[in-house]
């Protein structure tokens, strides 16, 4: 047991069918599946994952690769500064700035196991600074968008995320 909350799974997100597609201001786009993402250098780290809703999952144990090795291959645009990165439900966004994505895992297991769909598998953000809120865990991640100007508000699901907050 994990400990960590799950929400219903959209009727969009289908884990048999995923890709990761790397898109936007770059000069090589990607489109990754599974096997494409295994040849990444994995990496396991350990952390407390905390919810604005007022619960806390201790000790996670994430297992994954960095977004900054996706990113170097894709190679964005020198004027490339923030990405949004979106969810397979295709309603779900979250903007980063592009060294701050960089240093965030896109995690596949969780506590040795492969990343249950409740839990955002088969692929999860996590960011790794602790200054970070927890609806910037972007679940069932689908799209890495670079982009050359900073998202509005608009472009983000944080009004979305924190609405589901009773």
């Not at 977004?67 to 295709?90: C, F, I, N």
Request: include cysteine.
């Amino acid at each position: 047991m994990t400990g960590l909350e799950s929400h219903d799974v959209p009727a969009a997100v289908d884990p048999a069918n995923w890709e990761l597609r790397v898109t936007g201001a770059v000069a090589d786009p990607l489109r990754i599946d599974r096997s494409w993402l295994s040849t990444f250098p994995a990496e396991t780290f350990t952390q407390d994952f905390e919810c604005v809703e007022g619960w806390t999952a201790a000790g996670l144990t994430w297992r994954g690769f960095r977004v900054g090795h996706l990113l170097e291959r894709a190679k964005p645009t020198v004027q490339s500064g923030h990405a949004l990165v979106r969810a397979m439900d295709g309603e779900y966004a979250c903007a980063f700035p592009i060294e701050r994505l960089a240093s965030a895992v896109l995690a596949t297991e969780l506590d040795g196991e492969p990343l249950g769909v409740d839990h955002g598998g088969p692929a999860r953000l996590i960011p790794t600074e602790s200054e970070s809120d927890c609806w910037e865990s972007v679940k069932w991640v689908a799209e890495i968008e670079i982009l050359e100007s900073e998202p509005t508000d608009a472009d983000t699901a944080e009004a979305l995320a924190l609405s589901r907050i009773e």
